[in-house]
């Protein structure tokens, strides 16, 4: 399983993250994730075409959870160089291609099951959930970095096999930025929309 579509599995998983109150973070996340699963695995969802599916799970994300945290702490310090124009158009276009990226990936799949091994509190304001996923005769191990927020636990990285989709990503965005602009940037974004094919890397 490719990084953006981890990433869009994580996406659906807290698609319904505000709708309640819970007593731990995770719980909260347990409940997401098997909320989010009955959603996009129903038989009204199944009738619906990639887009309407892309539409649907992107307005419930919107509606709970904001993604641009994890998308701006990826391109990190690069954050800075763009207007914010630019900064807006670039988090549209990144979600976007996450929300295709998962949708083209799942669907055919039979559901996920998804299992919570432990917790770890790394301070006060921190912790890491790890979980198995499994899928496809496949296990794959999804660590959830959460902190706490004034608005509550929020999403600041996920480790998908050893891997963090933040470092992953970040470092591609230095390299651009080191050569490239914002709006270069951007154009690469819509040209990979366009295509409607990702790979392991957005390859920026």
Not at 10 to 39: I, K
Not at 49 to 72: G, H
Not at 84 to 107: A, C, H, S, W
Request: proline content about 1%; charged content about 20%.
């Amino acid at each position: 399983m490719n990084l953006l579509r981890m990433i869009g599995f994580f996406f659906l998983a807290v698609a319904s993250a505000g709708a309640a109150q819970f007593t731990t973070p995770e719980l909260q996340l347990q409940a997401t994730v098997n909320a989010a699963l009955d959603a996009f695995y129903s038989e009204s969802s199944a009738l619906l075409s990639a887009d309407q599916k892309q539409a649907k799970v992107l307005q419930v994300i919107e509606s709970n959870y904001d993604m641009t945290i994890l998308i701006r702490r990826a391109i990190g310090r690069n954050w800075g160089q763009m207007s914010p124009l630019e900064q807006g158009r670039t988090v549209d276009l990144i979600k976007q291609l996450v929300m295709k990226t998962y949708v083209d990936g799942f669907n055919g799949a039979n559901r996920p099951e998804v299992s919570f091994t432990k917790t770890v509190e790394l301070s006060d304001k921190r912790i890491e959930v790890a979980s198995v996923v499994h899928l496809e005769g496949q296990a794959l191990h999804v660590v959830y970095r959460l902190g706490r927020t004034r608005s509550g636990w929020q999403m600041y990285d996920i480790v998908a096999e050893g891997i963090s989709i933040v470092a992953n990503y970040r470092q591609q965005f230095d390299d651009h930025f080191r050569r490239g602009t914002a709006a270069e940037l951007i154009q690469k974004l819509e040209e990979l929309l366009k295509e409607g094919t990702l790979h392991e890397t957005i390859t920026i």
